[in-house]
């Protein structure tokens, strides 16, 4: 079945850049996502990507996509506190009709002043 | 509303007890999802929603769970004889159509005791 690793722990000083890892198994997934989940609240989609995609930018995340080794990343420049929280790495499974979502653990991305 | 929205917040049972999480999605979405996330991990699928009917149930964990959408809107996700194992949050998610951008609730936090 599918599977999606990260992870779970970062740590970055403001101002810096983030990098967030994921692994993912489907081979078939169609679009990939990075969401952010701060605490209680619920899921925000920051950006995703089309499976035939290598690199995606929107303002200051920058996703690359490594298809031939599944492997996925957010950037984030400029770190900011308010970057602190939990981002999900997710797959969408388009098998038999459903576009349920994968999603890996999070990781935990805290910022320090 | 603008957003996707999940009655109520919390809910805290007694084990064995019936529940049941509403979601109202936003208007005029075709696509509803529904999707529980247990302490430290990501949100698991459970159920998706095209119109009234459940085009993928494959992620409800058994019998004890079901969900219904009969007017193509709000969806009722219900338990039955719930186990303190059902803790989590439930999250409801909808989108425009099938693969596009889904937009999360803010979850609502079941307690079994």
């Known amino acids: 079945g599918e599977d999606v690793e990260q992870s779970l722990f970062l740590s970055v000083r403001e101002g810096d850049s983030s990098v967030i890892n994921c692994t993912y198994t489907?081979?078939?997934?169609?679009?990939l996502y990075w969401y952010k989940q701060e605490p209680g609240a619920g899921l925000q989609l920051l950006t995703y990507?089309?499976?035939?995609?290598d690199m995606k930018q929107d303002q200051r995340l920058t996703v690359l996509l490594n298809k031939k080794d599944k492997h996925l990343s957010l950037r984030i420049a400029d770190t900011q506190t308010g970057d602190s929280a939990i981002y999900f790495c997710?797959?969408?499974?388009?098998?038999?009709?459903?576009?349920?979502?994968?999603f890996g653990k999070g990781t935990k991305l805290s910022v320090i002043p | 509303g603008a957003g996707v929205s999940q009655t109520p917040s919390n809910k805290v049972t007694e084990k064995g007890k019936y529940v049941e999480l509403r979601c109202d999605p936003i208007?005029?979405?075709?696509?509803l999802y529904w999707y529980r996330q247990s302490l430290g991990q990501g949100p698991e699928f459970l159920i998706y929603?095209?119109?009234?009917?459940?085009?993928?149930d494959s992620g409800l964990p058994n019998d004890r769970f079901f969900a219904v959408r009969p007017e193509g809107s709000v969806s009722t996700l219900k338990i039955q004889r719930t186990e303190r194992g059902d803790s989590a949050v439930y999250l409801c998610?909808?989108?425009?159509?099938?693969?596009?951008?889904?937009?999360f609730g803010q979850g609502t936090r079941l307690t079994v005791v």
């Open positions: 998610a909808s989108s425009p159509q099938e693969n596009t951008e889904a937009f």
């Open positions: 929603f095209q119109g009234t009917g459940a085009a993928d």
């Open positions: 489907d081979s078939s997934s169609t679009y």
């Open positions: 997710a797959e969408s499974y388009s098998g038999a009709g459903s576009y349920q979502l994968t």
């Open positions: 208007s005029g979405h075709t696509a």
């Open positions: 990507i089309f499976s035939n995609m």
